[in-house]
């Protein structure tokens, strides 16, 4: 069964930094394109950042590129998404997912998620 399960998520107050973490398992780690999603209220769920089974490929929505960092440690079954320079408009729950493509920015590419976990960003 594949469990994906993040933490690191808070309230923090515009300008901060928050560092997101997912672990992974019961799939094969290093063969999976990972991503990180998130959902506001009352919004859809949007692609936020992705990176390819050797680390070797990253994107970023325009809107967090040049803040976010995504990163994985295949050692540790882990994706991590460093988040600075936070924004209100950063408010949401995060998501993380795995794809059996090498990389992918598109939702519906994925195939397993975690449950998510909220980032508050306070003005």
């Known amino acids: 069964q594949v469990q994906l399960v993040e933490s690191g998520g808070g309230l923090v107050q515009a300008g901060g930094s928050l560092r997101l973490s997912c672990a992974a398992s019961?799939?094969?780690?290093?063969?999976?394109?990972l991503g990180w999603f998130r959902q506001a209220p009352g919004k859809e769920r949007e692609f936020v950042a992705a990176?390819?089974?050797?680390?070797?490929?990253?994107g970023y929505a325009d809107s967090v590129k040049g803040r976010f960092t995504v990163s994985r440690d295949n050692a540790k079954n882990t994706v991590y998404l460093q988040m600075n320079s936070l924004k209100p408009e950063d408010t949401a729950v995060y998501y993380c997912?795995?794809?059996?493509?090498?990389?992918?920015?598109?939702?519906?590419?994925?195939?397993?998620w975690g449950q998510g976990t909220q980032v508050t960003v306070s003005s």
């Open positions: 990176i390819s089974w050797n680390g070797r490929s990253t």
């Open positions: 997912a795995a794809s059996s493509s090498y990389y992918t920015t598109l939702v519906g590419r994925y195939d397993h």
């Open positions: 019961g799939l094969t780690f290093t063969s999976s394109g």
